[in-house]
């Protein structure tokens, strides 16, 4: 399985790990639920990237991308363009990831889509950190190859561009860590960053904990500790990862009952460390063919 | 087609393992000299910062005036002015330097909700509340940072 290309034994290494591979079928599940999550995304969990349409472009201060690429000011009716266009781009993607396929131009298509849409949310004062695997995700499952929902066959391209993903995913964590440490220092974890998460937006849950600052802090530590820790998923074997998955969710969904912020497009590219061909056994047998 | 079953040529191996590679690479770099500018790469600074357990927490609102009545504390958010709180304190050096900006507000309200009254005024506030060894103590403060009203 080793490629042409060897450059002594870390090349080696390198290339065995990166292009281990996976069942076809599971990049195509996942492929699936990065298509189907777009439409949720854009029209469901964050419609408020629509209503820039309507703030005036003088508020518009473009990112770098935004500048460097040709983009059109983000008027009511260019807004509503690339809003309909990515959810028409990613419904039809949805439909070739179901037979298997991603077209290299579509899926590329949708991937631009999604990322000038991304400049239309994060050119107005704030970025979010939630989705660079996911848009790592966009740019890379058009290359991952055929993948039907039942094909258990081990495919390196779909064990590569699932590996993208996972690199990106644990970025999202350990460079969050080189962050605080390059912003806020040492400093950062005795600080009182916490208490001013839940300050500004904590729920009934987290209020309670604002007169327990020890506590907070000691979430602080816990944080940095697991994001530098965080690499390590991506070389222990898969049952260790699923149970690493189910302890990053729970992370999650108790940073949501805490401070209403939940990173969903990072949830989704989670789900590539799960043996989601799996999926394909409960297909029922006419639709198995058609897959 | 043959390479498109999962089985890669040698030069579809090398261009994913340099473009894997460069990712990993743009992370890193990015993560050390990079700036939010750099979306969709690093640093990713979300809660970053440090705050001091005996300073202050601050959070920007908003104070509109409707025909006539009295200035009162409306929700910076996307349903009504189009912009969230956090995008505001991003750009609130330029918002305050030239409250016109912030007449833009009104206009983003107004076309949201066309059946609204509209805001003859708008105010950015500062709200504080003050921390003791990292807990909350004392009241919150309000300071007006910049105003605006329709001329």
């Known amino acids: 399985m080793t490629g042409g290309e060897t450059g002594g034994k870390t090349g080696d290494w390198w290339t065995r790990w990166l292009f281990a591979p996976v069942p076809a079928a599971r990049v195509g599940w996942f492929r699936l639920l990065v298509y189907a999550f777009i439409p949720f995304d854009v029209l469901v969990a964050r419609p408020w990237g629509a209503l820039h349409g309507q703030v005036s472009t003088e508020l518009y201060q473009p990112l770098l991308i935004g500048r460097v690429l040709p983009l059109p000011a983000p008027t009511a009716a260019v807004v509503a363009v690339v809003h309909w266009a990515l959810v028409a781009a990613s419904l039809t993607a949805l439909v070739f990831a179901a037979r298997g396929r991603t077209p290299r131009v579509l899926g590329l298509g949708v991937a631009l889509l999604y990322l000038q849409w991304m400049v239309i949310a994060f050119s107005y004062g704030k970025v979010d950190h939630d989705r660079f695997a996911f848009i790592s995700a966009l740019f890379v499952l058009p290359f991952a190859g055929l993948a039907g929902l039942r094909d258990e066959a081990p495919s390196a391209s779909a064990g590569w561009a699932l590996r993208v993903v996972q690199i990106g995913a644990v970025a999202t964590y350990f460079f969050a860590a080189i962050a605080k440490l390059r912003f806020g220092g040492l400093a950062w974890l005795t600080s009182a960053t916490l208490a001013r998460a839940i300050i500004r937006r904590g729920t009934f849950l987290a209020d309670p904990l604002l007169q327990i600052p020890w506590a907070l802090v000691a979430s602080q530590f816990f944080i940095m500790a697991f994001e530098l820790l965080s690499p390590v998923i991506l070389f222990v074997r898969e049952r260790w990862q699923w149970l690493m998955v189910a302890g990053l969710l729970l992370f999650h969904l108790s940073v949501y009952a805490t401070i209403t912020i939940i990173f969903l497009p990072h949830l989704v590219c989670l789900m590539a460390f799960l043996p989601l061909e799996r999926l394909g056994r409960l297909l029922p047998a006419r639709a198995a063919a058609a897959a | ?151």
């Not at chain 2, 460069?22 to 500018?37: E, H, N, P, R, T």
């Not at chain 2, 979306?39 to 601050?58: D, H």
């Not at chain 2, 908003?62 to 912009?83: C, F, H, I, K, N």
């Not at chain 2, 750009?91 to 009104?106: N, S």
């Open chain 2, 1 to 151: 087609m043959n390479a498109e079953v999962g089985e890669l040529t040698a030069g579809g191996r090398k261009a994913r393992s340099a473009a894997a590679a460069l990712l990993v690479g743009a992370l890193a770099a990015s993560a050390l000299v990079g700036v939010d500018d750099w979306f969709p790469l690093a640093p990713f600074r979300m809660y970053a910062t440090a705050n001091s357990p005996n300073g202050e927490i601050a959070v920007v609102g908003l104070e509109v005036l409707e025909p006539g009545g009295d200035w009162r504390r409306v929700a910076l958010r996307p349903s009504t002015v189009g912009v969230s709180v956090a995008e505001v304190e991003g750009q609130l050096p330029r918002l305050v330097d030239d409250p016109e900006l912030i007449g833009l507000l009104a206009d983003a309200h107004a076309r949201l909700h066309p059946d609204a009254p509209s805001w003859e005024g708008v105010r950015l506030l500062r709200l504080a509340q003050p921390l003791r060894d990292g807990a909350p103590e004392g009241e919150r403060t309000r300071e007006v940072l910049a105003e605006w009203t329709a001329p």
